[in-house]
């Protein structure tokens, strides 16, 4: 996995029954794992699960850039459906978006919003961008880089939710 190399983040760690247990991804080790699987987005955008042995390795590797803290919170102790263990094994990248897609959106696109709010739009937008870049950019990372953008543009937008919904 070639990827492991440029920075990663850790989106969430997951838990699944023992029968359900997937393969760890890391550099070849292919170790069958069920408990503390680490699913990480590799600066491609790639997302890979791999076990908490193989994670410490990863992230010692890459003491400067790793976060510790699961973007996504830790969702171990979390039971999954059925279809989110299918998902897990068949398409991962599938699982996470649907755990980053928070329900309190769709009652923000369903509400109208007044005319004062409309006129702060714009502010907020630019407030959402700027807040961003700097996270970002504390990482060392540079959202203008390609592999960086889609996902910078989507943490500005959520972001920009976020202020909106707070007013
Ligand atoms: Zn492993």
Redesign the pocket.
């Known amino acids: 996995m070639r990827d492991t190399d440029g920075y990663f983040e850790l989106l969430t760690i997951l838990e699944v029954p023992k029968d359900k247990r997937v393969r ?1 991804q ?1 550099r070849g ?3 069958p ?1 069920y408990k503390q699987i680490h699913i990480i987005r590799h600066a491609s955008g790639a997302i890979s699960c ?2 908490s ?2 994670y410490s390795l990863l992230k010692e590797s890459h003491a400067l850039t790793a976060v510790t803290a699961p973007l996504l919170g830790d969702r171990s102790s979390v039971r999954l459906t059925e279809e989110e263990i299918s998902l897990l094994a068949s398409n991962t990248e599938e699982l996470i978006k649907r755990f980053s897609s928070a329900p309190e959106l769709e009652e923000i696109k369903n509400c109208k919003v007044g005319s004062s709010q409309l006129r702060n739009d714009k502010a907020l937008k630019a407030r959402a961008l700027e807040l961003t870049r700097q996270k970002f950019m504390t990482k060392g990372i540079d959202p203008d880089l390609p592999g960086w953008k889609g996902w910078f543009e989507r943490e500005v937008k959520e972001l920009y939710e976020q202020l909106k919904k707070s007013q």
């Open positions: 760890c890391y080790c292919l170790h794992i791999i076990g042995k193989c």
